[in-house]
């Protein structure tokens, strides 16, 4: 198993990833099949991993994080870092592919998360555009909603940094926040 840790400042990695970000907090069927069709559609050369986000408000404690790095199979690729933004990982891993559902491409996009001004939005998301980094988009719920990429509204400029899962390779209506709730977790 590959771990990498950029919690702190590392040196940018070179090798070209096809990252699949997440909780995985409970791991499902969706994340495993999103994997799976994700590795498929990507370039021959870059490699499936899989981003932990850890931050001081994290609900992983060291023996979740230790139970999450045994389910993945051994030779697989965990990244584990407090970075949260897509724009500082793009700088760290230049040329990867991150996988997101049709809900973070949403908020991506959205003006709101960048002070309010689509200028700054458009500025920032270019910037990841420009270390060649891109974003396999699965349908996901939005507002009660079943969204593809097809649904959204993406700047013209960004078009081509938007690669979309198609529906009748990847649907699931699943999550872990669901999962949690469901079991009280």
Known sequence: MKIYDFSGDKDTASERM???????????????????????????????????????????????????????????????????????????????????GADTAVRLINPKYYGGSYSQMLEILLGCKRTGCTFLVGGRLVDGVFKVLEDLDIPQELNDMFISIPLEKFRMDISSTEIRKSKNM
């Open 18 to 100: 096809v990252i699949l970000p997440g909780s995985f907090n409970p791991l499902h069927d969706g994340h495993l099949r999103l994997s799976e069709i994700a590795s498929s559609q990507s370039c021959q050369n870059a490699y499936l991993c899989k981003h932990i986000f850890i931050n001081s408000q994290s609900k992983y404690s060291f023996l979740m994080l230790a139970y999450f790095l045994l389910i993945f199979n051994p030779g697989k690729t965990v990244i584990i870092s407090n970075q949260p933004y897509f724009y500082k990982k793009a700088e760290i891993f230049p040329g990867s592919a991150f996988v997101i």
